[in-house]
């Protein structure tokens, strides 16, 4: 015997299936037995068929018994268990649609900012790659010119000892360049005092001279020992000064040439730094959309937990249904009979004990029962009567959400216009209509249960003057478009001065460029006269 549980308006009823002998083409098989002939006559005579005819008898169709000649009809069992519907609160689905509306333009402007992050790191690593071997290049032209540097240093100090030697300074006489020269300063002397009539004071001065003259030979044997040496292992003074001047010519290419690279270098990390400084806004930004986005994501997850509690005993009474079909499936009479009593009663006692129950009960069914054109008691609808669940009205226009504004870091100012807190009114408006409505069927329901509260049709539409409250979120409103309005111009403003700042930076650059190539051409021109200047 079977047992199998269907669905019966908010019951559940499980019938058992029929058992009896199967039919053949629509019709119960009642077999030949019945309908074959019967022969009278005397035992001796027989037909020539007889022994046939008893084969066939034999081997007929016919009831072995009573239950297949008359077949017991079905019996059926029926046992019925309350059914909850699931219900969407109308508030909670609401905000769930706003949340995942408001989750989608976090995510758009997420995936904005990560791409302009993407697009500038990459042109952050070009600009590295650029870089690198700029200046590794620079490194290189810095050892070679100190290299040469170091290489022309010996010469040059030759040089000048060369040039030390050649005069006296400003106490005292001139060096003599050999001891000969000094010999005749000292006999041309010696030769204006015997020979020549001068007087006693410039006679006297000559005499000091000569003492002076003499007091230098020391130096001047010296100075001609370090010459000769000096010419010994460097070779002539203008061979040292042909050594300097090319080495010089040499040195002014490489640093002509570094001077350039490090140009280059200095304009691509100038746009390296500004690259940095758009990184950190997008990197900012970036964690700022992320933070409001998982802010949504658990305003999701609460919204949704709500729902699930509100929705408890749906999926309690889910699980009783599934026993059941597992009991009836298993032909377990007993126990599902046990099971749906004890469901009929607890449901009966909660009923009949809590008011609040009942209100949810019906709140779950109303929407079954509409869909079928019932009423709150199950009849038939009227034509005049109005549907027991009002319908939505149609969405009021969207405000602006804040997350709009969040991915926009370098939006262009919107002209001086106001009408974007416009539409702003009406969704208040709206809804306070609508919490006005709510506040009419509740009313209704706690002063007549009789009255068909859900069949209430759309309220008309009355112009209200606007209440203070409502001018005042009108106001906030405006002052919030006039903030972000000043706030863009203020953007705007930096943006300008960014950008004044970067011009003047180049032009101060360029200026010190200029300054660096003056000063090294006229230290090429000092030590050119220097090289040019008499032995």
Not at 357 to 367: A, S
Not at 495 to 517: C, G, P, S, V
Not at 521 to 527: E, I, P, R, T
């Amino acid at each position: 015997m079977g047992v199998e549980v269907v669905n019966s308006g908010g019951f559940e009823v499980a019938p058992a299936p029929f058992e009896g002998k199967p039919e053949k083409n629509g019709k119960l098989d009642q077999g030949k037995g019945d309908d074959a002939p019967i022969n009278f006559g005397s035992v001796g005579e027989l037909p020539k068929n007889a022994e046939e005819n008893n084969n066939k008898v034999v081997n007929s169709d016919a009831p072995k018994n009573a239950a297949e000649e008359w077949p017991v009809a079905k019996q059926i069992h029926s046992f019925y268990l309350v059914k909850y519907r699931s219900y969407a609160d109308p508030k909670i689905k609401a905000k769930l649609d706003l949340a995942d509306k408001e989750l989608e333009k976090l995510n758009k402007a997420r995936t904005g900012v990560l791409d302009k992050l993407r697009a500038k790191r990459a042109e952050r690593s070009e600009l590295f790659d650029l870089l690198d071997p700029l200046k590794s290049e620079r490194k290189g032209f810095n050892t070679m010119f100190d290299e040469k540097r170091k290489e022309m240093e010996p010469l040059q100090q030759a040089l000048g000892k060369l040039r030390s030697n050649d005069g006296g300074s400003a106490r005292g006489p001139a060096i003599c360049s050999s001891e000969e020269e000094l010999n005749s300063m000292i006999y041309s002397y010696q030769y204006r005092i015997q020979h020549e009539s001068i007087p006693l004071t410039e006679e006297k001065q000559i005499l000091k001279e000569i003492r002076l003259l003499e007091g230098t030979r020391d130096k001047v044997i010296a100075n001609a020992a370090m010459r000769a040496k000096i010419k010994e292992s460097m070779g002539q003074k203008d061979d040292i000064q042909g050594q300097v001047k090319l080495m010089g010519a040499g040195l002014d290419g490489v640093k002509k040439e570094r001077q350039a690279i490090s140009a280059r270098i200095n304009e691509l990390s100038e746009k390296l730094k500004a690259t940095k400084d758009e990184i950190t806004v997008l990197e900012n930004e970036l964690k700022t959309v992320s933070e409001k986005r998982d802010k949504a994501y658990s305003n999701i997850h609460d919204l949704r937990r709500q729902r699930d509690e509100t929705n408890s005993e749906y999926y309690q009474n889910r699980t009783v249904l599934n026993k059941a079909r597992d009991l009836a499936a298993q032909k377990n009479i007993s126990e599902l009979e046990v099971l749906a009593n004890a469901e009929v009663e607890k449901f009966i006692s909660l009923w009949c004990s809590k008011k609040n129950f009942r209100e949810d009960y019906e709140k779950r069914i109303l929407q079954s029962l509409d869909s079928r054109q019932l009423s709150r008691d199950g009849r038939m609808r009227n034509p005049d009567e109005k549907p027991l669940i009002a319908p939505e009205a149609a969405p009021s226009k969207a405000t602006p959400s804040e997350t709009e504004v969040v991915p926009k870091a370098k939006a262009k100012p919107q002209p001086k216009e106001e009408p974007v807190s416009a539409p702003k009114p009406d969704a208040t408006v709206a809804q306070n209509t609508e919490k006005a409505k709510d506040a009419v069927k509740v009313k209704n329901v706690a002063d007549d249960d009789d009255d068909e509260v859900y069949g209430l049709g759309k309220p008309q539409k009355e112009e209200k003057p606007v209440d203070a409250a409502t001018a005042k979120e009108m106001r906030k409103q405006e002052e919030i478009a006039k903030a972000k309005q000043a706030m863009e111009r203020k953007k705007k403003l930096a943006e300008k001065a960014a950008a004044k700042a970067a011009i003047r930076a180049q032009k101060e650059a360029e200026k010190k460029e200029k300054k660096e190539i003056t000063f090294s051409f006229l230290l090429y021109l000092n030590a050119l006269c220097i090289l040019l200047s008499p032995f």
